[in-house]
Each structure stands twice: as C-alpha cells, then as structure tokens.
C-alpha cells in the first residue's frame, strides 16, 4: 500500500517549453504533498507544500510563477515548469503523506528527470 | 530545525551487519527520527522510523540513544541491493516538511 506515482519518468524539450509533472497518491488519499529537486550528487530540496484545495506554500528562493504547482483532488498534485530554461534540468521528486499526522513517514514517487535542451 | 551529522560514506561486505550512525543532538523532545534511502536515479523509500523505543521492521532496525541525541540504523544481513544513500531526518512533529542532509552512501562489496 502507500503507492505515489510520477509521471513521466523523464523528459527533454527546447528551452522555452513548459512542462507538467504529475503526482499521483494511488491507493489513499494525500491532503498533503510535497515537491523536491534534486541536482546531481546533491541531496533532495525542498521546493513547496502543496495543500488540496489551497495555495501552495513554496520555499524561499522558488519562483511560485515559474513552478505553479495544483492540488487540485486528495489524490493529484501536478507541478508546471512553465518557460523552462536549462538551468532548470534537474531531478523533480514528490511525496504524499498517508495521514495527517505529521510524524508518519511519506512515500515518495520515482522522480521525474528534466533535461531542457 | 535539528541538525544532523551522518558519515559521508561507509563500506560493508554482503551478508554482514551494517550500522549506520546519526547524530542529531538538538532535536525537540517531540520529534521522531525518519530514516529513508535513496537508491540510484529513484525517489526516496522509507525504512524505518521512531521516537524513543528501538524499533524493528522487515527492512531494518533503530536503536535510538536514551539521550535521543543520536540513533542507529541496522540492516542485519547487507544485500547488494541495500546499496544508497541513507537519510537520518529528524523532524515533523510541527510540520510535514522533512530536511534532507546529505546522508550516508552506503556501498556493498560483494
């Protein structure tokens, strides 16, 4: 149990391309998720919260209007890229927490790799 | 935020015990210690979590210090597939966000 899925696994398109990254918690639901990225041989970071039904909070120094993030059902996050540059080739990874106790663990997806040409 | 403090890298040979240390000497009394791996180009799997007992599970074992001030993941019989990045994470009693240090790498020679 506990499965989040990411879709897609991994992308390249021309810089200026938006691109939407999908997280899906698929056997429970997720009020809460969250999106990371990762760069090589570096460790996750946090980029924002995403809350169903609201606004997402994002972390200082991530552009909210460059990576708009929906949670619209208790189980679909979705993160745009939107005019993707390739600075912005990374590693893109969510997660989902089964309940809404904060000390549970989250479970991850298997990432999403960006490579913007 | 608590801080941790894990080796860079530790080597083991297949089949044998492998303990992973973390120091995190300045958690809050309320906060679980999370441990997560990462293998290769994969997002992260929970391994085991807990906030003062030991605790076991089918994938590894935690031995947390009484002080809390540090804990141990134990995998019991080391397989090449326990090869990754373990994570030792203090936290999420206030909030759900997990801080991401930069963890153990863990290699398995077989």
């Known amino acids: 149990g506990a499965v989040v899925s990411q879709h897609p696994s991994w992308v390249i398109c021309k810089s200026g391309t938006s691109v939407k990254i999908e997280c899906r918690s698929l056997d429970f639901q997720a009020t809460t998720m969250f999106w990371y990225r990762q760069f090589p041989k570096q460790s996750l970071m946090l980029m924002a919260t995403?809350?169903?039904?609201?606004?997402?909070?994002?972390e200082q120094g991530v552009e909210k209007d460059k990576f708009l993030i929906n949670h619209a059902s208790l189980t679909l996050s979705t993160l745009t890229v939107t005019s993707a540059h390739p600075e912005d080739s990374s590693f893109y990874i969510c997660s989902a927490s089964l309940a809404r106790d904060p000390n549970q663990p989250q479970h991850f997806g298997d990432g999403t790799r960006l490579s913007i040409l | 935020d608590a801080k941790t403090t894990q080796p860079n890298s530790m080597e083991s040979n297949e089949e044998e015990p492998v303990h992973l240390p973390c120091n995190h000497s300045?958690?809050?009394?309320?906060?679980?210690i999370h441990w997560y791996r990462q293998l290769p180009s994969q997002g992260p799997e929970y391994v085991i979590h807990?906030?003062?007992?030991?605790v076991n599970n089918r994938m590894a074992s935690l031995a947390i210090a009484e002080d809390r001030k540090s804990s141990t993941l134990i995998l019991h019989r080391a397989t090449l597939r326990d090869a990754a990045v373990y994570y030792c994470i203090p936290g999420g009693s206030s909030n759900y966000q997990l801080i991401w240090g930069a963890g153990t790498k863990l290699i398995i020679k077989p």
């Open positions: 995403s809350n169903e039904g609201s606004k997402a909070t994002y």
């Open positions: 300045t958690i809050s009394g309320t906060d679980y």
């Open positions: 807990g906030l003062t007992s030991n």
